[in-house]
Antibody, heavy 117, light 109 residues
């Protein structure tokens, strides 16, 4: 069955970087893109960007341009999302999801990233 | 501020029907047949319920249906059950990126 398993919770200081992983199984990794979506505590969903697992093309949300980098490792079917210059308002649960056309049909379990001094 | 507008909360009794609206513009909801809906229970990841306005993934009960008129999309849940109590988010493509609604909390009375 299709599964996305994300790395564990992280606690970071302001100004630091975090890299979240998302290991895929149960499907051909390079056939779909991976989107990243985050959810601040008690808030709604925010699209961060996506990466094609086929050719590595990316599309990032404008507000995160310059701070976020999404990559994939096709040899291990793993996607990564790195966010730099962390601020307190980056505290959120970060989700990866398989992008099938215009929608996200399988989601990882989420990774809590806490930014605190 | 979310690009798509949803009511903050809706409620209904078991067996009833409820409809959640999602209002955008001609640049997103009105311009593409790419509206999707996600259900999220507390502490859980979102789950795809409807895609491409009205299509249901396998395994989603046919009590869930989607539609669109102009710049407003709707999710209708008929025959409400206790397990339908959750947050619901709409999402629409807006050119090269998707926008989410702010979410609607569904309470089953």
């Amino acid at each position: 069955q299709v599964q996305l398993v994300q790395s564990g919770a992280e606690v970071k200081k302001p100004g630091a970087s975090v890299k979240v992983s998302c290991k895929a199984s149960g499907y051909t990794f390079t056939s779909y893109g991976i989107s990243w979506v985050r959810q601040a505590p008690g808030q709604g969903l925010e699209w961060m960007g996506w990466i094609s697992a086929y050719n590595g093309n990316t599309n990032y949300a404008q507000k995160l341009q310059g701070r976020v980098t999404m990559t994939t490792d096709t040899s291990t079917s793993t996607a990564y999302m790195e966010l730099r210059s962390l601020r307190s308002d980056d505290t959120a649960v970060y989700y990866c999801a398989i992008k099938s056309g215009s929608y996200l049909d399988y989601w990882g379990q989420g990774t809590l990233v806490t930014v605190s001094s | 501020q979310s690009a798509l507008t949803q009511p903050r909360s809706v409620s209904g009794s078991p067996g009833q029907s409820v409809t959640i609206s999602c209002t955008g513009t001609s640049s997103d909801v009105g311009g593409y047949n790419y509206v999707s809906w996600y259900q999220q229970h507390p502490g859980k990841a979102p789950k795809l319920m409807i895609y491409d306005v009205s299509k249901r993934p396998s395994g989603v009960p046919d009590r869930f249906s989607g539609s669109k008129s102009g710049n407003t999309a709707s999710l209708t849940i008929s025959g409400l059950q206790a397990e339908d109590e959750a947050d619901y988010y709409c999402c629409s493509y807006a050119g090269s990126y998707p926008s989410f609604g702010g979410g609607t909390k569904l309470t089953v009375l």
